[in-house]
């Protein structure tokens, strides 16, 4: 079975040129830290991902 893949087309982008492509494990973020520190660490988890090259 085949399930439908949606990708935005930054990731896209990214694929087609070979760079880094980074998916980020979500538990800590919704069950493992209370509000607002949940949200500052996702943010602060993506802006390190993006500043490595990443998308």
């Known amino acids: 079975m085949t399930l439908?893949?949606?990708v935005s087309?930054?990731?896209a982008?990214?694929?087609a040129a070979g760079r880094?492509?980074?998916a980020l494990e979500s538990t800590?973020?919704?069950h493992g830290l209370p509000y607002p520190a949940n949200v500052?660490?996702?943010l602060a988890m993506e802006?390190?991902?993006r500043e490595s090259g990443g998308r």
Do not use: K, Q, R, Y
Request: aromatic share 0%.
């Open 40 to 42: 500052e660490t996702a």
């Open 4 to 6: 439908p893949l949606s």
């Open 13 to 15: 982008a990214a694929l």
């Open 20 to 22: 880094p492509v980074v």
């Open 28 to 30: 800590l973020i919704t």
């Open 47 to 49: 802006a390190a991902v």
């Open 9 to 11: 087309p930054e990731v």
